[in-house]
């Protein structure tokens, strides 16, 4: 596992303990909505906690649009990039 990677598996674990959302097993395709269980405003959250954490968006920059993030490994392979 990558350092993006374990930072991101973190900050998921971290937003679902604090709001209340049992994960289970989070893997690369495991999808942000429908298998882990988020909210857009819990989407929302991480993506600020990464932002502050990578000082990168590469969702506001225009590098990937956020109509892709999907799984877990999409939105590893937006920091990646």
């Known amino acids: 596992m990558s350092e993006h990677q374990q930072i991101i598996y973190d900050t998921l674990r971290r937003v679902a303990e604090e709001e ?6 989070i893997t690369d395709s495991s999808a942000l909505i429908d298998t882990l269980g988020f909210r857009s ?3 929302a959250r991480i993506l600020a906690i990464l932002e502050i954490h990578f000082s990168h968006d590469p969702f506001a920059s ?3 649009p956020i109509t892709s993030l999907r799984t877990v490994g999409d939105l590893c392979a937006a920091y990646e990039r």
């Open 20 to 25: 209340g959302v049992e994960l289970g097993t």
């Open 41 to 43: 405003l819990h989407i």
């Open 62 to 64: 225009g590098e990937v």
